[in-house]
């Protein structure tokens, strides 16, 4: 069946550092994936997607990567900071056009 | 711009009691999902609408039903509460037509309905 997983489910980095979070998808037909954030007491927050056309895609201060040969996706954030702590979620669109959603990773950032 | 508004934000029930969470949105979306977030477990879909008056089933439904009078709320109800309903109920919605793979698809989140069952 569909799953999306999170290699880590804690991450901690010190301030100002960069932050790499890992996702490993399972269906080789999925075609858009959408990295989410979600603060403590509140709901998702859409961060980053990216479709499978494409190998990376640049925010601000997030890259998002997607390497199709091993259907794996990571989140890249620059200079990572305190309001950066948060769990992190990828999602995969299935073909029935619904999002399926990974467990998450914590990031936790050191001052 | 309000986005998705959910309420309440918390809520303590006791087993068998019903109650209803109510989710707006002022985007025009034509979908929107309930999901229940537990922990370890990630979100979960319970049901889903396509559009005003639709409803469907998701991955978890049973103990749920929801309705879609209009398009700018989507109702879950509880009709018998029980202790394994407790979770955070995220309502979201998003312009995804079927099939298509893209920004159109990006789910927008409410802020939650923290709800415990005794």
């Known amino acids: 069946g569909e799953s999306v997983g999170l290699h880590l489910p804690t991450l901690s980095v010190q301030e100002g550092d960069n932050s790499i979070i890992n996702c490993a998808y399972s269906n080789s037909a999925s075609d858009y994936f959408i990295w989410y954030k979600q603060e403590s007491g509140k709901g998702p927050q859409f961060i980053i997607d990216?479709?499978?056309?494409?190998d990376k895609r640049q925010g601000q201060r997030v890259t998002v990567l997607l390497n199709k040969t091993v259907k794996h996706l990571s989140l890249q954030i620059a200079a990572t900071q305190p309001g950066d702590s948060a769990v992190y979620f990828c999602?995969?669109?299935?073909?029935?056009?619904?999002?399926?959603f990974g467990q998450g990773t914590e990031l936790s950032v050191k001052p | 711009n309000a986005g998705v508004t959910q309420t309440p934000k918390f809520r303590v029930l006791k087993t068998g009691q019903s109650m209803t969470l109510l989710c707006a949105q002022d985007m025009n979306h034509e979908y929107m999902y309930w999901y229940r977030q537990d922990p370890g477990m990630g979100l979960r879909l319970i049901h889903y609408?396509?559009?005003?008056?639709?409803?469907a089933k998701g991955e978890v439904p049973d103990g749920y039903n929801v309705s879609r009078l209009k398009k700018q709320n989507f109702l879950l109800g509880l009709e018998s509460a029980a202790p394994s309903q407790t979770s955070v109920y995220f309502c979201a919605s998003s312009y995804a037509p079927h099939g298509f793979s893209g920004p159109r698809n990006i789910q927008y989140f409410g802020a939650g309905t923290r709800l415990s069952v005794l």
């Open positions: 999602a995969e669109l299935n073909q029935g056009g619904k999002l399926i």
């Open positions: 990216i479709r499978s056309n494409m």
């Open positions: 609408s396509v559009g005003e008056g639709t409803t």
